[in-house]
């Protein structure tokens, strides 16, 4: 599943889409927990970057396994692979937040439709869910792509 594009490897094409679908969630989710005027103009960007973000993360980080498998087999030294393992491990916990936030902003989303009779602090506590999952997810966003960049930067333009 997903090795290359066109020749290139699908983890270096895939991994635009998480930086921006991502923090866009991350972003989205916050404005419509703080800013209920906001939910009925932003509800359906909501939902889709709930479903769209958490899943481009996946792509990310199944074509990420998969490339980094294709380096290891073509005998990548031990110390790349140990950036690449610190670099995954930040991969996986940004994917399992991201997935966290898109259920979470659902569930917001879901409990403050028009019509809903749910009680105040319900959705007070679901709300500051999400906003702490936001704020975990674009951190991870960040150290993901923090090294990543390094693994694959560091000396290349210097050395």
């Known amino acids: 599943m997903l090795t290359t594009i066109a020749g290139i490897p699908a983890h270096v094409l895939i991994i635009h889409a998480a930086v921006v679908f991502v923090p866009l ?3 989205a989710a916050i404005l419509y927990a703080l800013v209920p ?6 509800g359906w960007a909501a939902v889709l970057l709930a479903i769209g973000g958490p899943l481009v ?3 990310a980080r199944q074509s990420g396994q998969n490339f980094k498998a294709r380096l ?3 005998g990548a030294p031990a ?3 140990a950036k690449i393992d610190k670099h995954q491990g930040y991969g996986d916990r940004t994917f399992w937040l991201s997935l966290g936030l898109g259920v979470f902003t659902l569930l917001l989303v879901a ?3 028009r019509g809903r009779r749910v ?3 319900v959705t007070a506590v679901v709300g500051v869910v999400v906003i702490g999952l936001a704020v975990a997810t674009g951190i991870y ?3 993901t792509g923090d090294s990543g960049a390094h693994t694959v930067w560091d000396g290349a333009l210097t050395g």
């Open 25 to 27: 969630l991350a972003v």
């Open 37 to 42: 005027r906001f939910r009925t103009y932003i």
């Open 57 to 59: 993360a996946f792509l």
């Open 72 to 74: 290891v087999a073509q």
């Open 79 to 81: 110390d790349f692979v």
């Open 111 to 113: 409990l403050t439709l």
């Open 119 to 121: 009680s105040t602090w």
């Open 141 to 143: 966003v960040f150290l």
